[in-house]
């Protein structure tokens, strides 16, 4: 790379440090979106998408599976379960099942799905 020739060497590796943080964080922000949007479709189609909560923020007293229904007069939110819940959901199960076998597969084998 002409970065690794022409920056000295502790500038060069936190350049490539930077931009792997940059890659993952923005990874890792996709697959929520993805998850998020999932679970928004199935609320629309099944009226319902539960999850297995993780972490509800300062709330002590909170289940540790969740179902949510549909909710026509309630406002627009990002996330069903609310902003401050680390949970896995049916969303994101489901974002799972998809991607990872394709993940495994071979660029020339899933060209079928990348087309459409």
């Known amino acids: 790379a002409i970065t690794q020739h ?5 500038l060069y590796h936190a350049t490539v440090w930077a931009l792997v943080l940059s890659f993952m964080t923005s990874n890792i922000a996709s697959i929520v979106v ?8 199935l609320i629309a189609a099944a009226d319902r998408t539960c999850a297995l909560i993780i972490y509800q923020g300062s709330d002590t007293n909170y289940s ?3 179902c ?3 909710n026509p007069t309630g406002g627009v939110t990002d996330s069903p ?3 401050n819940a680390f949970v896995v959901s049916i969303g994101y199960l489901v974002v799972m099942a ?11 084998d899933n060209i079928v799905v990348q087309i459409g």
């Open 81 to 83: 379960f609310g902003s």
């Open 68 to 70: 949510i229904d549909s």
């Open 6 to 10: 022409v920056f000295p060497t502790w």
């Open 98 to 108: 998809v991607t990872i076998p394709l993940g495994i597969l071979n660029l020339d």
């Open 64 to 66: 540790t599976f969740d």
């Open 34 to 41: 993805s998850a998020q949007v999932m679970d928004s479709t």
